[in-house]
């Protein structure tokens, strides 16, 4: 079996299972490198197509990596002008085409799924079951099995995703009954749900220039607790919560292409454990 | 106890004595401070859709006017401590440009934007801004735009860099040589950063040339300057974009480190430093006003 071949039966498979076609050819959802017709030895997913999976997927025998985020450092994938020349750029392109790898980003049909395979594998992670199945929209909410502090679901969801390098914000002492979950940067916002205490997510927004509903979080947070109804936010970074999606998508391909492996390759998160 | 935190949260510069302001009558406008900026700017203003009144009515009559990187609760109640009723930041109060609506996605934009503006904490701190009669203005592009750039002299001041820049490129600086972990220490330390500091890197990394990008990044501009420096100190970016590029940097023989402190932390040494030279501009008593991290960790 080819990529080519292989990404066309997991579209045919998505629509089976209800995905919605998008209006229009997308540019997240593409080849990046690669010969899509050549013969597939297995097979990696992963958060994001980082040197090191690329390194670890070709050590391995695996020559179709199927990542959810960008390979050339922006959402576009698009290097005219931006890091064309650049040396870095240029070594993992040689990597890639000195070990015959193909890329394929599979970043929309995730989201477009039923439900979405980026909150199934973060709700999976953090071991909590959405207060209304099939999810609606992008923004799943869950009623904690008992009420507790900011500082214990903290220390929760830092144990489940095994992040490092989270940031959280809010009284540490707040109690939490309701939490929205956001995987990525595709944020839920307090206004979707007023009983949500916390927003549990990877990278947000940081400061006003956004255009709404996009906005900041972290900011409206810190003002609700000082008027009165403490918010937090607890933010575990974008492979904190999206790379363990791609080990949903690793299982639902599987038996797309029988004999051929298929593993999921944890991008990990790329900052530095703190202290 | 909410309260006794959030108080905390907001340190006044110790600069000033307390009922400063009550010496000025009250007879200069908002509008007209912002005019005498506009002025002392000169053919360096340029209108922007983002400067601009945010909150108030700029015919107010100015007790004192105070500096801040962001108009939250906490800074907008400092600032009536201070007798201040005008207030300068880049930062909006409401939390997202106003009138800048993004395309319409999952989360329905119309709908969140409605509720947005009904919201308690919404409401409140718009009635609290009438209630105080205060006026926000946020100087934000022309702030960036300004020749002396002081976003990164700000850091540069704070990290004691000021003799120290490449003559070539006034955003690239050369502190004595240390290693990463010493270099993050010491910017814990200067900018006031709780739990927001990330890291990318071996902490016994040599450093030897740091370059300096306040505020959220341009990837396409700062990836060109990389070859020539050690490390990034920066606030805010993306990690689908140079984070991915910092961490892929370490599978090569030429890593490159990232400090980065977060958005509103790496832009108040220049926010704050900018009192200074308002206050000639304005005629008034500018008075700083700090923000704090507002990210936190868990003990280990």
């Given at each position: 079996m080819t990529p080519r071949e292989m990404v066309e039966r997991m579209i045919a498979k998505a629509a089976e299972e209800g995905a919605p076609a998008p209006a229009r050819a997308g540019y997240r959802d593409t080849f990046k490198i690669g010969d899509p017709d050549v013969q597939i030895t297995g097979i990696a997913t992963t958060g994001m197509s980082t040197f090191r999976v690329l390194k670890r997927a070709a050590a391995e025998k695996r020559n179709f990596i199927i990542p959810h985020e960008g390979t050339w450092f922006n959402d576009r994938d698009d290097v005219k002008g931006y890091v064309d020349q650049d040396p870095l750029y240029l070594a993992k392109k040689k990597f890639c085409e000195d070990h015959g790898l193909v890329i394929w980003r599979n970043h929309d049909l995730t989201h477009r799924m039923h439900p979405d395979q980026m909150f199934v594998g973060q709700l999976r992670q953090l071991g909590w079951t959405p207060d209304a199945m099939p999810l609606i929209g992008r923004m799943p909410t869950v009623t904690l099995p008992r009420p507790m502090t900011l500082a214990e679901l903290a220390r929760h969801v830092v144990t489940r995703c095994g992040a490092h390098a989270y940031r959280i914000a809010g009284p540490p002492d707040m109690m939490v009954r309701k939490v929205a979950v956001g995987v990525g940067y595709a944020f839920p916002n307090?206004?979707?749900?007023?009983?949500?205490?916390v927003i549990v997510g990877g990278e947000a927004q940081e400061?006003?220039?956004?255009s709404l509903p996009s906005y900041d979080l972290t900011e409206f947070a810190a003002d609700a607790t000082a008027l009165g109804r403490p918010r937090g936010l607890i933010l575990l970074g974008h492979m904190g919560t999206e790379d363990i999606g791609m080990q949903v998508v690793a299982e639902w391909i599987r038996d797309l292409a029988p004999g051929v492996p298929v593993a999921y390759l944890p991008a990990g998160e790329p900052f530095a454990r703190p202290d | 106890m909410l309260t006794r935190r959030q108080a905390t949260m907001v340190t006044l510069a110790a600069a000033g004595t307390a009922?400063?302001?009550?010496?000025?009558?009250?007879?200069?406008t908002a509008a007209e401070v912002v005019a005498r900026i506009r002025r002392n700017f000169g053919a360096r203003w340029t209108e922007s859709q983002v400067d601009g009144f945010a909150a108030g009515d700029p015919q107010l009559r100015v007790t004192g006017v105070a500096v801040t990187v962001m108009p939250s609760m906490a800074t907008l109640r400092a600032a009536v401590a201070h007798g201040c009723n005008l207030i300068i930041s880049?930062?909006?109060?409401?939390?997202?440009?106003?009138?800048?609506i993004g395309a319409p996605g999952p989360s329905s934009a119309a709908e969140t934007i409605e509720r947005l503006r009904a919201d308690p904490t919404y409401t409140a701190k718009q009635a609290y801004i009438v209630q105080h009669k205060l006026a926000i203005y946020r100087l934000d592009e022309n702030l960036r735009a300004a020749a002396r750039r002081p976003l990164v002299d700000g850091i540069a001041t704070i990290m004691g860099w000021r003799g120290r820049r490449d003559p070539a490129n006034d955003q690239i600086f050369v502190p004595p040589p240390t290693t990463l972990n010493a270099l993050a220490g010491s910017v814990k330390h200067h900018l006031g950063i709780n739990g927001g500091m990330r890291l990318i890197g071996h902490g016994d990394m040599p450093v030897k040339r740091v370059l300096v990008v306040p505020g959220r990044i341009d990837p396409v501009a700062v990836v060109k300057l990389l070859p020539q420096v050690d490390v990034l100190l920066t606030g805010d970016l993306r990690e689908w974009e140079l984070v991915e590029y910092f961490h892929d940097?370490?599978?090569?023989?030429a890593p490159k480190a990232l400090i980065a402190v977060g958005r509103i932390l790496s832009e108040q040494p220049g926010v704050i430093a900018t009192a200074s030279w308002l206050r000639p501009m304005v005629g008034l008593p500018v008075r700083p006003i700090h923000v704090q991290d507002p990210y936190w960790r868990l003990p280990a």
């Open positions: 307090f206004q979707m749900d007023p009983d949500v205490d400061g006003t220039d956004g | 009922g400063w302001s009550n010496a000025f009558a009250a007879t200069v880049p930062e909006s109060p409401l939390y997202a440009r106003p009138n800048a940097s370490w599978e090569t023989s």
